[in-house]
């Protein structure tokens, strides 16, 4: 199939999780034979050939091509695109690249559209590439798919809409590009089945084009053979890499994640740790947690605070670490703790599991899709589900796991190999873009509200 995708983040140009899902997305469509086409804005990064120069009201727009692993990727820039600010500079910057994108995204298949043949399908993800998906669909009337990788929930000002010519599309004042980009769609998809039912309230009004493809997780970086300590067993590395950041060996617990106030949970995980250190003393010494992001200032003060208060079972690391370090910490702690309010995939206790740091986390999206949990299913346990915002349940969670980890090595052995296996098995990008490739040809199962 010829593949038109659209998305604000290519690698390398990354701000979270989105860039690594489009990229394997188009990456692995590519590995199974098909055409891929991707346009981005160039947020300054301006590699490859120039391929077409145009002018928009005015403005000169350039479109510079590369070939990325298999994928044509045609970077669109102009003065505002080449912003170095992925999301911005401010609302308004963001929303300008929005609209610029949408010219521009019109403008080079416009120009590429002999050369390179109609695309069979568009692809677009998230809300800042829905106005450049309506243009192209307006013009081109291309089959399309909308995939929301995490709602937004806000709304833009209907003018940005009329400026993109899509005025037919913006009746009112303020208009949810969301609600637009599932309208105009053929079909709705997002990461998780979970995350589908608890947004219901979204998807239902797009019933009959909603459902879900799971993302995939890329186990050949996340995998144990590429650990510098892969020769010493894992409670040596354990020990090594916690006297390395100043704490003494103990069973180590650890949180990677953004900083913040509205999805991560690094609040609920804070209070847990309070809680263990006040109600069960003597577990709680011998207990360490690695907490690791940065963020929220007040957050960010409550954590240093927790670690002035217990030096010698917390350490709090703000800066950033290297993907590698990274790698070699989850492949020497016991278990990853991902305490998030909501998660529509989420990439941390995928890439726990394909390094056997057990995770604890929230029953939310696809964290819980994704986790099989101990007290469902002992045979094919992967980790420990947990109620969300809840400290109470999670230092529960915490004190169950460090007591397996005393008393039940072979249990946490085997969950430790059944989440390597699932996660290498199940959640692989292939199966992830065998499903796209159905959604493309809308020959796929469907979220039915009275079926749910
Ligand atoms: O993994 C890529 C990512 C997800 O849960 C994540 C999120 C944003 O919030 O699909 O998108």
Same mark, same amino acid.
């Given at each position: ?13 990354? =701000? ?44 000169? #727009? ?43 995204? #019109? ?22 590439? =829905? ?55 053929? =079909?709705?998809?997002? =990461? ?216 039940? #090595? ?37 979220? #039915?509200?009275?079926?749910?």
């Amino acid at each position: 199939m010829k593949i038109l995708i659209l998305g604000f983040e290519y690698l390398p140009v990354k =701000v979270g999780g989105l860039a690594e899902a489009i990229t394997s997305i188009a990456e692995t469509l590519a590995n199974m034979g098909n055409e891929v086409m991707v346009f981005t804005p160039s947020h300054g990064h301006k590699e490859g050939r120039k391929v077409a120069s145009f002018e928009v009201l005015g403005e000169r #727009v350039e479109v510079y091509e590369r070939w990325q692993n298999g994928v044509r990727v045609f970077a669109i820039s102009d003065p505002v695109l080449d912003n170095k600010d992925v999301y911005g500079p401010g609302w308004e910057g963001l929303l300008n690249k929005v609209l610029r994108f949408a010219r521009g995204g #019109v403008g080079t298949l416009n120009l590429l559209l002999e050369r390179e043949g109609k695309p069979d399908v568009l692809h677009f993800h998230d809300w800042h590439t =829905v106005l450049t998906g309506a243009l192209i669909k307006k013009y081109f009337q291309i089959p399309s798919v909308f995939t929301i990788h995490r709602l937004n929930k806000s709304k833009i000002p209907g003018h940005y809409f009329h400026e993109a010519n899509l005025g037919e599309l913006a009746p009112f004042p303020d208009i949810d590009p969301e609600y637009v980009g599932a309208y105009i769609a053929d =079909v709705v998809t997002t =990461v998780s089945r979970s995350y589908l039912w608890e947004e219901w309230d979204f998807y239902k009004n797009f019933e009959g084009k909603a459902t879900y493809v799971y993302n995939g997780i890329d186990c050949s970086f996340w995998n144990e053979e590429f650990l510098e300590s892969r020769d010493l067993p894992r409670h040596e590395r354990r020990r090594k890499i916690l006297e390395s950041l100043g704490l003494r060996d103990g069973i180590a617990f650890m949180f990677i994640g953004r900083f913040d106030k509205g999805q991560k949970g690094v609040d609920t995980l804070l209070r847990s740790i309070d809680l263990l250190a006040n109600s069960h003393p003597e577990e709680f010494s011998n207990m360490r947690f690695l907490i690791i992001g940065k963020g929220d200032p007040e957050l960010e003060k409550w954590a240093r605070e927790l670690e002035g208060k217990y030096p010698d079972k917390v350490k709090v690391i703000t800066e950033m670490l290297k993907r590698e370090f990274t790698r070699e910490l989850y492949g020497s702690v016991d278990f990853t703790l991902v305490p998030s309010y909501f998660e529509p995939f989420g990439l941390v206790q995928m890439e726990a599991m394909c390094l056997g740091a057990i995770p604890i986390g929230s029953a939310v999206g696809g964290i819980r899709d994704t986790i099989v949990s101990l007290d469902r299913d002992k045979e094919n346990a992967t980790g420990f589900l947990v109620p969300p915002k809840d400290a109470e349940a999670l230092a529960n969670a915490i004190l169950k796991a460090a007591e397996l980890r005393k008393r039940d #090595v072979d249990l946490l052995k085997k969950m430790r190999q059944n989440g390597k296996k699932r996660a290498k098995e199940v959640f692989t990008w292939e199966n992830a873009c065998r499903r796209y490739l159905r959604a493309y040809k809308n020959d796929i199962d469907k979220a #039915v509200g009275f079926l749910r």
